[in-house]
């Protein structure tokens, strides 16, 4: 399923000031370096650890500390909330390396996506939501979408609000 191909750093050229600094970073984000790891946790419901070891296929620009206090000082502030971060994804690489790893599972057999839902949550994490044990859930939820994302076993929220929310 994953391939190990070695992940694609995009350096920054040097620049002699912090301004030039800045605004290269601004024309990145820009162009869609923007997917922060913690995003990624969020949306596949992973710790800090999972991002930086498996997705690797994804281009990335770090932000390093001279990039930080350039972009405190010259930097838009459209983008603060990027500062912050160390590594930042390129958002087409990350949606494509998303679905090339994300499958349906069917029966016993894998069909890949072309599209993935908006918020995706795990059994675990519908089972605290939802007050319900494993067994309770797997039974209730026998014809939802399950989604194989990186190995990962996940379901479309929203699906799964409504398949809870009628059964209750």
């Not at 922060?36 to 620009?61: A, C, D």
């Not at 930097?75 to 994804?89: F, Q």
């Not at 795990?122 to 319900?132: E, G, H, R, V």
Request: glycine share 2%; net charge positive; proline share 4%.
């Amino acid at each position: 399923m994953l391939r190990n191909n070695p992940p694609e750093y995009i350096p920054m050229d040097a620049s002699p000031n912090h301004a030039a600094i800045a605004l290269a970073y601004d024309e990145a984000f820009e162009q869609g370096f923007n997917v922060t790891s913690k995003e990624i946790m969020g949306y596949l419901g992973v710790s800090s650890q999972w991002v930086p070891r498996h997705i690797t296929n994804v281009k990335f620009r770090l932000i390093n500390t001279v990039a930080k206090v350039a972009l405190s000082k010259y930097g838009n502030r459209k983008y603060k909330s990027l500062h912050v971060y160390t590594k930042i994804y390129d958002r087409k690489a990350f949606t494509y390396e998303l679905i090339r790893n994300s499958f349906i599972e069917d029966d016993q057999s894998l069909i890949p996506v072309s599209k993935l839902p908006h918020s995706l949550i795990s059994c675990a994490d519908a089972c605290t939501l939802y007050n319900i044990n494993r067994k309770t859930f797997y039974r209730r939820t026998k014809l939802a979408t399950k989604y194989n994302i990186y190995g990962l076993k996940r379901y479309s929220a929203r699906e799964i609000e409504h398949i809870l929310l009628d059964s209750l």
